[in-house]
Nanobody, 123 residues
């Protein structure tokens, strides 16, 4: 069973940058679409960004477009989320996700979830 292991969360001031990473453990994610979601207390988990298994076709929610970038490493296994110009409203628990296709990621039809990593944007 594949597990997704996230890292890179923390507390940062507004306007700064942070990189989240997500690596598989116990298996391979070759040919799986990937994505990042986030959740705040009392709210549903929301889509943030998604990408196809080959690294193409990135998609973003309107709230993070032009500030966040999703990418894969050169092995196609690790997923990154580079977050720039962070705002207080970006504060959330961030989850990485994998599904058979990028379209399934976008629809939140997820095969594997990470455990979540806290990102707090505060001065």
């Amino acid at each position: 069973q594949v597990q997704l292991v996230e890292s890179g969360g923390g507390v940062v001031p507004p306007g700064t940058s942070l990189r989240l990473s997500c690596a598989p453990s116990g298996g391979s994610l070759s040919r799986y679409g990937r994505g990042w979601f986030r959740q705040t207390p009392g709210k549903d988990r929301e889509f943030v960004a998604g990408i196809a298994w080959h690294g193409g076709g990135p998609e973003y929610s309107d709230s993070v477009k032009d500030r966040f970038t999703i990418s894969l490493d050169n092995t196609g296994q690790t997923t990154y989320l580079d977050m720039d110009s962070l705002k207080s409203e970006d504060t959330a628990v961030y989850f990485c996700a994998a599904a058979k296709t990028a379209a399934q990621v976008r629809r939140a039809e997820i095969a594997y979830w990470g455990q979540g990593t806290q990102v707090t944007v505060s001065s």
